[in-house]
């Protein structure tokens, strides 16, 4: 019998510089490495509508390039290569699902926070989104209780 | 063009799709929570949820880059302020507002609202056009022959009025069967009898001759759009 | 135009005065706030069509006041009531500071009842404490 985890091969991860998304960014590279597979670390730049979609935005790019870098250092440590890939959209959670159908990827791995402000697990309106509209497999990578900050 | 669409009802749903397909960058926004959402699920992150009368929110929104705003909510009070406001602090090149009461075109153009729409105005239209007052209502196709019978009022400065039927030049393969006058008496027309105004008039004609025949009976009688009566085909 | 607590309240004191008054509001269950010895007229309808405005005399009056809790609806009335009855004095409550500015702007006489409550607040917090009695 096979599992849909063990035959992922090219998997999505967001990343966005918090440590939750390193984490997630981490598991995709294990579990594509079994499989031979490919891993994409996307990071959006989101625009204001107060400008155009193509409006130049050096200083958030080059956050993007930092964090894309950092990326790539995780990977490197696991002995894996990741393909970066900075996009810059209205909407963070439209512009993942909207890659992930592009690229047509058998997983999005996604790291959220532990956070609970209201009593309950929040996870982002961007969690939120991918979740319910990206039609691959989501696999939730959940930071540890008290454990790590951005 | 970037363009904004306040209200994500049918009509501002619809119009953002088209203006999509046209290549225009657009952003439809909606403040009820739930058609906000269910917009979002079908356009994507085109839409915003949000009060487009609210200053910040349409600062937000880049009103202060947009070449069009489009109102289309059902509240005219609320197009009218999305418009306003558009044009007086964010300088908005073009406003174009939905109406739903017709008669509050005039209000919107005093206050410099550039356009209006109305779909109740364009229904009256269309159902005025298809009343008898307007010319030539073809009644029937006649099998075979290309004929057919159409009915027509005669217009108050139409050029036959006071004409007896034997001086009008009519298309060829075309004649006035029958007139029926303002108190609904029909009479078979002689030579010799005098259309008057508001009659109506049933005519055979040929398909082809359909336009002729309505402009011979239509046309003003001095600037008609079809010039004077007498030129016609002499 | 708008018979909320403003409003009737307003209707009341003009109508004390000895004024004519005319009361408009969509809701008929709204004119319960007038009280009974209101002496002016009520009339059922919105302030936004031409032809009720025309119906209950706007294009006599000396003043019009629209007083409905929205904005826009007023905004609207008061445009109305002013480019095309041509009533010499309209006022017309808009709660929205940022749209009161703007319509301010634009040449209407506007009242915002949050910025002038603000204002009020403020003003108290900085007098003197008033020892006793003093409502204001």
Do not use: W
């Not at chain 1, 790539?72 to 993942?96: F, N």
């Not at chain 3, 004119?31 to 025309?54: K, N, W, Y």
């Amino acid at each position: 019998m096979e599992f849909g985890t063990t035959l992922l091969k090219t998997i999505l991860v967001p990343v966005d510089g918090s440590h939750a998304s390193m984490d997630a960014l981490a598991l995709a590279c294990l579990l594509a490495k079994r499989n031979k597979g490919k891993v994409y670390a996307v990071y959006v730049i989101e625009v204001a509508r107060t400008l155009p979609l193509d409006a130049g935005l050096n200083p958030e790019a080059q956050e993007g390039e930092k964090i894309l870098a950092r990326a790539d250092e995780v990977a490197d440590s696991l002995d894996y290569a990741v393909t970066g890939e900075l996009l810059q959209a209205r909407d963070a959670g439209h512009a993942i699902v909207d890659e992930a159908i592009e690229r047509d990827v058998d997983a999005i791995v996604v790291g959220i926070e532990y956070r609970r402000p209201l009593g309950e697990l929040q996870m982002g309106l961007t969690a939120q989104y991918m979740l319910r509209n990206v039609p691959c497999q989501v696999i939730i990578c959940r930071s540890a209780a008290g454990g790590g900050g951005a | 063009m970037y363009i904004i669409v306040v209200g994500g009802g049918k009509v501002g749903y619809y119009l953002a799709k088209e203006l999509v397909e046209e290549g225009h960058e657009v952003l439809v926004m909606e403040k009820d929570p739930v058609k906000a959402e269910r917009i979002a699920e079908e356009l994507g992150d085109i839409s915003l949820r949000g009060d487009g009368c609210e200053a910040s929110i349409m600062e937000m929104a880049g009103f202060g880059r947009a070449d069009m705003v489009i109102a289309v909510t059902g509240d005219d009070e609320d197009n009218l302020v999305v418009c306003q406001v558009a044009k007086a602090k964010f300088n908005v090149p073009r406003a174009v507002a939905r109406i739903n009461n017709p008669k509050n075109e005039e209000i919107f153009k005093k206050l410099g609202i550039d356009t209006t729409v109305s779909a109740t105005a364009a229904i009256l239209a269309q159902i005025e056009q298809e009343l008898p007052t307007h010319p030539l209502i073809p009644l029937l196709t006649l099998k075979g022959g290309g004929l057919e019978i159409v009915e027509v009022k005669v217009p108050e400065n139409s050029a036959v009025v006071g004409k007896r039927i034997s001086d009008i030049l009519l298309p060829q393969q075309s004649l006035i069967a029958l007139i029926v006058d303002e108190d609904g008496v029909p009479r078979v027309p002689k030579s010799d009898t005098v259309v008057r105004a508001g009659d109506e008039l049933m005519a055979v004609t040929r398909t082809e001759n359909e336009d002729a025949l309505r402009s011979v009976l239509t046309a003003h009688a001095t600037f008609g759009p079809y010039g004077p009566i007498d030129s016609q085909g002499r | 135009m708008g018979c909320g607590r403003v409003g009737a309240d307003l209707a009341a004191t003009l109508d004390q005065e000895g004024h004519e008054v005319t009361v408009l509001d969509a809701n008929p269950d709204a004119f319960r706030r007038l009280r009974p010895e209101f002496g002016g007229q009520r009339h059922v309808g919105t302030g936004i069509d031409q032809d009720v405005l025309a119906r209950i005399g706007v294009g006599e009056a000396d003043a019009f006041v629209a007083v409905t809790q929205g904005d826009n609806r007023n905004v609207m009335a008061a445009q109305m009531a002013k480019h095309i009855f041509g009533v010499p004095r309209v006022v017309c409550r808009i709660y929205d500071p940022i749209r009161e500015e703007i319509y301010h702007g634009l040449g209407l006489e506007t009242i915002s009842p949050t910025k002038v409550g603000a204002r009020l607040i403020k003003e108290a917090l900085e007098r003197e404490p008033v020892t006793r009695g003093g409502g204001e």
